[in-house]
């Protein structure tokens, strides 16, 4: 699965409260959600963010809240993929169940600037600044994560592979 | 094979009998949990993957919290779909507006977690349980939902830090400076996807509140748990509640550890998080003159009985300073009538202090106490990111509910010391 996006950059410890704070929590869906998407970070991004733009970030993004409006907000926002140094736990599972998929590369991480275009192919990891011509490999991920996130997230995958038929 | 208490408690839980970190192991959970803001999305995922029953109604905890008492329609029709969903499935343990608090105040209150379990929450703050001897982790919606159906959900046995404090605390120093401390040695990310067990003489020495008040923080270094094993203190405040059996598991002296940590307490200060990330500690003395708009005494951090009671302690007979503004909010509602009885309400509002009914508060700046542009709080609840409690150009500084209650007397940051 081949992506190709133009990047907004975003530094270290971007945290679930400047992602999509608490006071916008007062409702689950997701377009709604994505209207606030880094709001008091990048006040512009959501009206400047085309579909399929790229999130490289530094380490520990994600870090707080359990919230998954957090990486659904950011998906509803348009953006494809996520490429930081390090996620944070809970926002790295989240992402997945819901269908963004997120990559780790500390190189790609350093190396790539705000508005470099770049594709990813998610099956090997390999992700490419086309801009400059560089490469950098990101930890690949494991099979079956890659499955739910072609699939579209966790609900999609569940459904499709029929897990779902046991003790209903 | 030697386990710690967390590989134990996870083994058990996956029928096995060996675990080892980096396992990918399938896990009963004994207990679901999900609050007004996360529940809703959880529900959605649950009615999706075309869940048409709840695996168990005695294991999901629905826990109206965050926006309640409902602070707009909006948050009232959130509320509104975790009361009809409880009720369709006979969910055991909804509590409604008024018999209820804060989740991870209420669940160890009324002993629906007990040692040896296995909870996930959707919720980052879940890790609060680990001070029982229980496995306990925040995770999304998504994975609460498929939860709630299927009563199990996949995990990465993690690798364990342990902590080791040693020594006797100093005056005004308590669990959450200990874990501010910790925090500040860790860093924000310093314990991502890993255990953190916390031991050594000085937690065994803690009260339960004090304990609870650790663990709750160990995800502020991105930890999946926090941990102690139980003790007399643990057992005492388990057979009070539960009438279930307990499963008490405890680390093997030749366990695998990634990292021990030795924590001499004896000279550390109380601690204060500075803006914007609680690991950013300094000790009281290097504060400086920091003049407070705010003060928040609550929270699922220090909304006990013994943080309430502290912050009474200090503001008996003294007031709360002109120019700052104290919000006291007690963690559920047995903590609020008892410190009714106790007569410590009745000293918060002289010293005057407003009561907010229990729930997160300000916590997360989304209810009840948000700030305005430029000013300043000290808060005894978890995180200080920017905008956390309010307005982006706010700021947040986290201590004990004794520094907090100190500091709205003397309307700056400061110690009980200083009065």
């Not at chain 2, 959970?29 to 999900?34: E, I, N, P, T």
Request: aromatic letters at 6%; proline letters at 5%.
């Amino acid at each position: 699965m081949k992506l190709q996006g133009r990047v907004w950059k975003f530094g270290d410890n971007v945290d679930t409260d400047l992602i999509i704070p608490a006071r916008f929590l007062n409702v689950s869906d997701k377009d709604e959600l994505a209207r606030n998407c880094f709001t008091d970070l990048r006040p512009d991004f959501v009206n400047k963010v085309s579909l399929g733009d790229f999130i490289v970030a530094g380490e520990n993004f994600g870090c707080g809240s359990s919230r998954e409006h957090a990486p659904l907000a950011i998906r509803s926002a348009g953006i494809s993929v996520i490429i930081a140094r390090s996620f944070a736990r809970i926002f790295y599972r989240n992402a997945f169940n819901i269908g963004l998929p997120i990559l780790e590369s500390k190189e790609a991480s350093t190396s790539i600037e705000e508005g470099n275009r770049v594709s990813v192919d998610l099956s090997t990891g390999e992700i490419v600044n086309t801009d400059t011509g560089e490469r950098y490999f990101a930890r690949p991920i494991p099979d079956f994560m890659r499955e739910i996130v072609g699939n579209g997230g966790l609900v999609e995958y569940i459904k499709k592979k029929g897990l779902a038929k046991q003790e209903m | 094979m030697p386990m710690t208490i967390t590989e134990k408690i996870l083994a058990r839980h996956a029928n096995l009998e060996y675990v080892s970190p980096g396992d990918l192991i399938e896990v009963n959970v004994d207990m679901a949990l999900a609050n007004d803001i996360t529940a809703p999305l959880a529900i959605k995922v649950f009615k999706e993957v075309g869940a048409r029953k709840v695996f168990d109604p005695q294991k999901i905890a629905l826990i109206p919290d965050h926006f309640v008492p409902n602070k707009d329609i909006e948050s009232a029709e959130q509320a509104k779909v975790m009361r009809e969903f409880s009720a369709q499935h006979q969910i055991v343990h909804y509590y409604e507006v008024g018999r209820s608090g804060i989740e991870h105040v209420i669940l160890p209150e009324m002993g629906l977690v007990i040692p040896g379990d296995l909870v996930i929450g959707a919720d980052s703050h879940t890790c609060t349980y680990g001070a029982l001897g229980v496995f306990s982790s925040g995770v999304g919606s998504t994975d609460l939902g498929v939860i709630m159906a299927t009563g199990k959900t996949w995990l990465k046995v993690p690798p364990t830090i342990k902590l080791d404090y040693e020594g006797s605390l100093p005056p005004w120093v308590e669990g959450k400076d200990l874990i501010l401390y910790t925090l500040g040695k860790l860093g924000i990310d310093g314990a991502n996807y890993k255990s953190l067990e916390f031991s050594g003489a000085v937690i065994r020495g803690l009260s339960m509140d004090q304990r609870f008040t650790m663990a709750n923080m160990a995800v502020e270094a991105g930890a999946k748990n926090g941990i102690m094993g139980p003790d007399e203190t643990t057992m005492a405040y388990v057979a009070q509640r539960s009438n279930r059996r307990p499963s008490i598991f405890t680390s093997d002296p030749d366990a695998g550890y990634e990292k021990v940590i030795k924590i001499e307490v004896d000279k550390i200060e109380p601690q204060i998080a500075f803006p914007h990330s609680p690991a950013n500690v300094r000790p009281l003395s290097q504060v400086g003159d920091i003049t407070l708009d705010q003060v928040f005494i609550g929270s699922c951090t220090n909304g006990r009985m013994e943080d309430i009671r502290a912050a009474a302690t200090i503001l008996k007979d003294r007031k709360v300073a002109k120019g700052t503004r104290l919000i006291v909010i007690p963690g559920s509602q047995s903590i609020y009538r008892r410190a009714i009885k106790e007569g410590i309400i009745q000293t918060l509002i002289d010293a005057g202090a407003v009561i907010g009914p229990p729930c997160c508060g300000p916590c997360l700046g989304g209810h009840l106490g948000i700030l305005a542009e430029g000013e300043r709080a000290i808060s005894t609840s978890n995180r200080n990111f920017v905008g956390r409690m309010g307005h982006p150009k706010s700021e947040v500084y986290l201590a004990s509910p004794a520094i907090a209650a100190a500091s709205a007397v003397l309307g700056r940051i400061a110690g009980p010391e200083g009065l």
